[in-house]
């Protein structure tokens, strides 16, 4: 079976598109990332497409519709069949989005359509919310916006400052992008209506959480 290719696009750390490198290094994972394109040059993430010997290219654009126009052609080159954004820092271009429609998805770091937008965590933190987590999603004009394919969901503990609530989130996004990504490639997921259907999925496949299941429930309940 050809392995789904993915293109990744980052601005920073590059710590969802490591996890999307790992989880490829298994033959058997559905899904391969076959270009890495950063806004940002120096972006640390880079490093992670360089040691896998990953193709990777640098736009940093001044307008979102030249940054459309180059990455689409180098994703078009490359052969990409899913677009996922990962810490990607820039408002894209309409026309971009429409082309890359249900074939574009996002991680964003809360249990959408809460908190949209920057500083997700630190919303939740002020919100007072007792659950937060993450949200892989297909991508839609509006930012954060879009069928939800896949989230998980940890506590937010007495104490949790912004940096304490981004690294508890960090690790469930780190298993839960490279699973949503699987969920497509192996054609499970089906748009209807705004919302996605995933074909026979078991619940801990679609609820990630850190602490794991077992653990957060002898912790609180
Ligand atoms: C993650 O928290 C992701 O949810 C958000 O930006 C951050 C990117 O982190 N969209 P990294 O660059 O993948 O380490």
């Known amino acids: 079976m050809p392995r789904l290719k993915l293109g990744v696009l980052i601005s920073g750390r590059g710590s969802n598109l490591a996890a999307?490198?790992?989880?490829?290094?298994?033959?058997?994972?559905?899904?391969?990332?076959?270009?890495?394109?950063s806004n940002r040059d120096g972006a640390a993430g880079?490093?992670?497409a360089e040691r896998a010997n990953i193709p990777?290219?640098?736009l940093p654009h001044?307008?979102?519709?030249d940054f459309a126009r180059e990455a689409g052609a180098l994703l078009r080159r490359s052969g990409v069949e899913l677009v996922c954004l990962a810490g990607f820092m820039r408002i894209l271009d309409a026309h971009f989005v429409e082309s890359w429609r249900d074939r574009m998805v996002n991680i964003h770091p809360s249990l959408l359509p809460?908190?949209?937008?920057?500083?997700?965590q630190r919303q939740a933190i002020a919100a007072g919310v007792r659950f937060s987590g993450c949200t892989v999603h297909f991508v839609?004009?509006?930012v954060d916006s879009g069928p939800i394919i896949a989230q998980g969901i940890v506590p937010v503990c007495e104490g949790d400052d912004e940096e304490a609530l981004s690294a508890r989130i960090l690790e469930v996004e780190h298993r839960l992008y490279p699973l949503a990504v699987k969920l497509i490639a192996?054609?499970?997921?089906?748009?209807?209506?705004?919302?996605?259907?995933?074909?026979g999925a078991l619940a801990p496949e679609l609820a990630v959480t850190n602490p794991a299941e077992e653990r957060l429930a002898r912790r609180f309940f």
């Open 20 to 37: 999307l490198i790992a989880a490829s290094a298994d033959p058997f994972y559905p899904a391969e990332v076959a270009l890495v394109i």
């Open 46 to 48: 880079l490093a992670h």
């Open 56 to 58: 990777h290219a640098v």
């Open 62 to 65: 001044r307008e979102p519709s």
């Open 114 to 120: 809460a908190f949209p937008g920057l500083h997700a």
């Open 140 to 142: 839609r004009a509006e």
């Open 186 to 199: 192996e054609g499970r997921v089906k748009i209807a209506g705004g919302t996605v259907a995933v074909a």
